[in-house]
């Protein structure tokens, strides 16, 4: 009977911590399987199990009141069914559900399996052992329920071991992905651009390979946001083709080093940089650390290279000046900084998109496109500014730009049941923020809603920025709905500043409640900016 009882008690807390591997495994893969960055979201969200840790004390206690017999197996049964009905019942699967679900993936297949192995050599140690116990004041069981208090909290560190466990051969597997990416671009030899910034990153890039493959051949670009060595190693050898003359290369940096390794990897013999300003600040520590980043791709240029740079952001102009190569342009909107070698004025956004004219060696270009806001626009004339440089004809490529698609949730707008939705959820900046709050003031509407959590990785600022952007908001905007906790206070602070009445502020816990507040008050003729969607790392606290 004993045997029995702890056997059916290991079966159900086995199954309990096969699901928790796999929710803790889902922000593990977001923070990139990093041991640093998954322990700093423990800690900051005190993600520890809860619910299977107080089912496995009052198991724990109850087992030492009840010995042995059918009471014993009643309890075990109990505990297991409790197991089954807090995973099954109370939690949904992180493999359908979250903003981002988790991707079962080859390797996080075989992280989740050699956890599952470790957690199940834990628990079979004690069953041996529990069974052969010596002490006559507890049974099997007692001893058993006591450690399953312990088991229940191990998944994050045991996700841990099995990634450390894996990593030689991971690592094996990516370097030999890695070499047949390096042959393959030796193998075609297509001009490579890179691309980097603070923001503009993936919008720069889509503009570019656009234009250039309207305009001077065959272009290739990792599509999206991937800009790290082994999301681009991916592309490169499933995509790239011996036709292509051109590769677009979007450079990301997650420390000081990235960008280097991405221009060791892929050459760029030009390179575009958007901005550098204080996103991510968090992640770099300093302003500056932030803008030696982002030089690696200037400094890896050669001599006779081509560098554009973004005139308007101070950190990009400054790179101009200090990494100059055969040929450094500077676009921009604004030219009071300095000079600008293209520059574009008279803006105008209405729901088609934006108009403006183009002023490039002496002449001027009538220009207009379907995305909206100063920051597109800027991207816009880095990438004309960039494939002009290289040789297209500056009519045509000005007449491109009406043929460009907006890169998905950057200020896009659309409308459903008779209610406009300006998109820009994904990593919100203050730049954008600003650009977008200026076209939802221009854009026509009934009424103009502002939802948004605030904008984040800002480190010391961050709480500054989301006050002062909040009393932008409160001139562009006649509702705002703050959503979240994360910079809540901020927020509410800056529209108190700026005297916004206090009926018109929603405050939610998440992006579904704000969108059930919109489906139950929204009216046609609103305009709703969308502005910024804290992923499942961030938005409200996690509970297990």
Known sequence: ??????????????????????????????????????????????????????????????????????????????????????VRWTEEDPRTSGKIKLNMTIRATKIAYVAFGLLALLVSVPIGMSCFSCCANST??????????????????????????????????????????????????????????????????????????????????????????????????????????????????????????????????????????????????????????????????????????????????????????????????????????????????????????????????QARTPLLGRPAVSNILGAFTMACALGANPAYAAACLANLEPVDNRLVLERRSGVSYLRDAYNSNPIGFTAALEVLKTLKAQRRILMTPGMIELGDQQAAENRRLATLAAGAADIVIVVGHVNRDAILGGLSDAKFPPEKIVTVNSREDAFNWLKAQGCAGDLVLIENDLGDLHEGDVRF
């Not at 796999?22 to 800690?43: A, D």
């Not at 670009?221 to 082994?230: A, D, E, G, L």
């Not at 998109?353 to 002496?362: A, D, K």
Request: proline share 4%; net charge positive; aromatic share 12%.
């Open 1 to 86: 009977m004993n045997k029995v009882t702890v056997f059916l008690y290991a079966a159900g807390l086995l199954y309990f911590g096969w699901r928790r591997l796999l929710s803790y495994l889902r922000f593990f893969q977001q923070e990139e399987y990093s041991k640093p960055r998954f322990v700093e979201w423990l800690k900051a969200k005190r993600a520890y199990d809860r619910r299977g840790t107080a089912l496995a004390v009052g198991i724990a206690i109850l087992a030492y009141t009840t010995h042995g017999g059918w009471g014993e197996l009643l309890l075990a049964l109990t505990g297991t069914l409790g197991f089954l009905w807090i």
């Open 140 to 365: 099997p069981f007692d001893t058993f329920a006591f450690l399953s208090v312990i088991f229940v909290q191990t998944p994050p560190a045991l996700l841990m071991v099995a990634n450390s466990l894996l990593w030689p051969a991971e690592k094996a597997l990516q370097d030999n992905y890695y070499r047949d990416a390096q042959r393959i671009l030796r193998e075609t030899h297509p001009l490579i651009i890179g691309i980097t910034g603070s923001y503009g990153k993936t919008g720069a890039k889509a503009a570019l390979g656009d234009i250039l493959t309207q305009c001077l051949g065959p272009t290739f670009w990792p599509k999206k946001s991937i800009n790290t060595v082994m999301g681009i190693t991916r592309t490169i050898r499933e995509t790239l083709k011996p036709y292509h003359r051109y590769a677009v290369i979007e450079m990301g940096a997650y420390n000081i080093g990235s960008i280097k390794r991405l221009c060791d990897f892929t050459p760029p013999q030009a390179a575009l940089v958007t901005a550098v300003g204080i996103m991510h600040l968090e992640r770099f520590g300093s302003p500056e650390n932030v803008y030696n980043a982002k030089s690696e791709i200037a400094q890896a240029l050669p001599a006779d290279g081509l560098l554009v740079c973004n005139g308007d952001s101070p950190g990009a102009r400054r790179m101009a000046h200090e990494h100059k190569r055969q040929t450094t342009l500077l676009y921009g909107l604004d030219s009071t900084a300095g000079n600008l070698d293209c520059r574009a004025d008279n803006l105008i956004f209405d729901d088609k998109g934006s108009s403006f004219t183009i002023h490039w060696q002496g002449s001027t270009y």
